[in-house]
Nanobody, 121 residues
Framework: QVQLVESGGGLVQAGGSLRLSCAAS????????MAWYREAPGKERELVAT???????NYVDSVKGRFTISRDNAENTVYLQMNSLKPEDTALYYC???????????????WGQGTQVTVSS
């Protein structure tokens, strides 16, 4: 089976920083991209950042200049460095991976359980 496990969430004051990690395990053949989403109460799940196999990354406008997504390809791990956090960043953050796996050679999306980020004002 393929599993994604997030860690690094917590409670911080506005202006602080957190570093989220997501480790993917299982029979992973190739990864097309990994991404971070977030979901706040009453709001739709939002794509925050994506990093592709070649290393190119993009971000939602609201986090540009503050968040950085990166990957450790050898460990199938994706990170999200979050600086200058704002209360508006409070959400449950989910890791997403689009990959070919032993379960499905056709690329599919896999999700972690989420890690909570709470930013106090």
């Amino acid at each position: 089976q393929v599993q994604l496990v997030e860690s690094g969430g917590g409670l911080v004051q506005a202006g602080g920083s957190l570093r989220l990690s997501c480790a993917a395990s299982g029979s992973i053949f190739s990864i097309n991209f990994m991404a971070w989403y977030r979901e706040a109460p009453g709001k739709e799940r939002e794509l925050v950042a994506t990093i592709f196999s070649g290393g190119f990354a993009n971000y939602v406008d609201s986090v540009k200049g503050r968040f950085t997504i990166s990957r450790d390809n050898a460990e199938n791990t994706v990170y999200l460095q979050m600086n200058s956090l704002k209360p508006e960043d409070t959400a449950l953050y989910y890791c997403n991976m689009n990959a070919r796996t032993g379960y499905s050679y056709t690329p599919r999306n896999y999700w972690g359980q989420g890690t909570q980020v709470t930013v106090s004002s």
